[in-house]
Each structure stands twice: as C-alpha cells, then as structure tokens.
C-alpha cells in the first residue's frame, strides 16, 4: 500500500502535465471551487500563474500587470468565463481557447480590433472591451461571433458605429465615444438589438427611420450628445413623444445659439423647425400622435 502510494506521488512530480491538472490553488490565488473557480486578482503579476488546473472553468488574473498573454490560455479546452480586466494589454489577445463564453477585457490599452484576433471565438456571448483606446475595429472583425450577445464598448475612442456587427447581439454599449453619426445599414442588420447605449458621443442627429428597422429595440440611451434642435430632429422628437422606446427625455439641445441649454422635450415643433408651418412647404415623416404637455 505505501509502495503504491510513493509510485503516485512519484508520476504527479514527474508529470508536468499531471502537476498543471492536480495541482493545489496557484499561490497567493483564491480558490472557491478548486478546478473550477481560480481568482488570481491583484497580486502584481507579471505573468499567467504557471500551476493553474487545465479544466479550470471560470478563471480571473484582473487587476495585474500582465502585458501579453497570446497563446498561453489555448491549452485550457473548459474554459468558459476568462477576466483580464484591469491590466495593460497592448492588443487583443491571441490564441484563446475557443471554449470560451464570456470575456472581460476592460481597462487595458487594447487601440485596434482585427479580424483575426476574434476568429476561434465563436462560443462568446458576453465581450466586455470598456474603458480601452480603441480607435478602430477592422470590418468584420466580430462577425464571426453568431453567438455574441452582449457587447460593450464604452468608454472608448470610436468616431463611427462598428460595421457589420453580429446580428445576434441584444445589448450595445458605446456610450462616452466620439461617433458623430449613426449608419444605418450596420444599425438596420441588428435585428435582435433590445438596448442600445450611445450616450455621451458626438452626434447632432438621428436618421430618418433610424430605430424603424429594429422590432426588439425597447431601450435607448442617448443623453449628452451635441444635439441640433432643428428640422432634421424631428424623427427623434417624434419617437421621444410618442413613447414607443424607453429613452432617456433628458435630451438637451446644443445648437441653435438660441436653443442651446433648452430640453428638447419643452420645445414645440415650431421652435424646432419653423417651416414646418409655412404654406407650401410639407414635411412627410410629421405625423404627431401626441403633444407635449
């Protein structure tokens, strides 16, 4: 019996691989449900901890310093849920296991989102890129997410709506950019959209039909924008009062000079665009149900 038992310990050190599966919580980690759950947060690390389980489920390294970790999490086939928040990652990392569902990347340093970048990641449901530098997402580069649903990506440097996004997405955030313009066939293809947060931004107006090709969208947020209380806001004006979207009312107009600092909202259409009134002149998307009180 002891002789057996001095043979397993014997293999386990002897086996690299043996030791990464068997192994204990990674020093100075927390492990709730060991092989399952490992939180290895703000610990200063440098890099990946080297005696974390292979069929670690949920594993969490945020609150770091970690700069690169391309191809190091292959290796782990069951993990689902991976935080890398909160370190000082460069890119976007490479080589993730394609197993994965929910990905935490916030507050790193990531500035461009390539096509390749995201290629084996077509289990993803939940993308969290908040508070980067990112400037620019190759087109297509999330497409091949068909299972993506929530994608946020706040607090970032975008002067323009992501093209050809997942039309599997029920939730976007790209609240505290500088996208000055919404384009609606990018917008338009995102069929199963429910929330839409592009507070916070640059824009001056909404399209004509902006919202009309969206049969799930109940929610929108678009306060703290550069507003244009003229004739072309009017689509928004209309869907505000007639209360189809859960919007945020508190929309504040920026242009006119004679309109700055007014709410949209206690405006008439007449301030807004005074042809409206004028005889010969006719605006067809007009069709007020409801008057603001």
């Known amino acids: 019996m002891l002789w057996c038992l001095y043979g397993l310990l014997l ?15 990674p020093e ?19 890099s990946l901890p080297v005696s974390v389980p292979l069929n670690t489920s949920v594993l969490s390294v945020a609150r770091n310093q970690l ?6 999490l292959r290796p782990f086939s069951s993990l689902q ?10 890119h976007f990392p490479r080589g993730l296991p394609p197993s994965l569902e929910t990905l935490q990347l916030q507050k790193n340093r990531i500035t461009y989102i390539t096509t390749g970048a995201l290629r084996q990641l077509g289990n993803l449901t939940r993308l969290d890129l908040e508070d980067n530098r990112i400037r620019a997402i190759q087109p297509g580069a999330l497409l091949g997410l068909g299972r993506l649903q929530v994608l ?19 939730h976007l955030d790209l609240s505290a950019n500088c996208i000055s313009a919404l384009d609606l066939p990018s917008l338009n293809a995102l069929v199963n959209l429910q929330v839409l947060k592009i507070n916070s931004n640059c824009l001056r107006s909404v399209p004509e039909s902006a919202f009309d090709g969206l049969p799930s969208l109940h929610s929108v947020e678009l306060a703290n924008n550069l507003w244009v209380c003229e004739c072309d806001i009017l689509y928004l004006y209309r869907w505000l009062l007639n209360g189809r979207l859960k919007m945020a009312t508190d929309l504040v107009c920026a242009e006119p000079t004679h309109l700055a600092h007014h709410m949209l909202l206690t405006l008439s259409v007449m301030a ?14 007009l069709s007020f149900t409801t008057k603001p009180e």
Not at 11 to 25: E, G, H
Not at 67 to 72: F, K, P, R, S
Request: proline share 10%.
């Open 11 to 25: 293999v386990l050190c002897v086996s690299p691989l043996a030791c990464l599966v068997t192994s204990p919580c």
């Open 28 to 46: 100075g980690c927390c492990c709730p449900h060991p092989g399952l759950l490992v939180l290895c947060e703000s610990l200063g690390l440098r």
């Open 67 to 72: 700069c690169n970790v391309d191809h190091l």
């Open 81 to 90: 849920e991976l935080s890398l928040s909160h370190n000082q990652l460069a």
């Open 152 to 170: 946020t990506l706040k607090g970032n440097r975008l002067t323009s709506l992501p093209l050809n996004l997942p039309a599997s997405l029920t």
């Open 272 to 285: 807004i665009c005074p042809r409206v009134l004028k005889p010969n002149e006719k605006v067809s998307h």
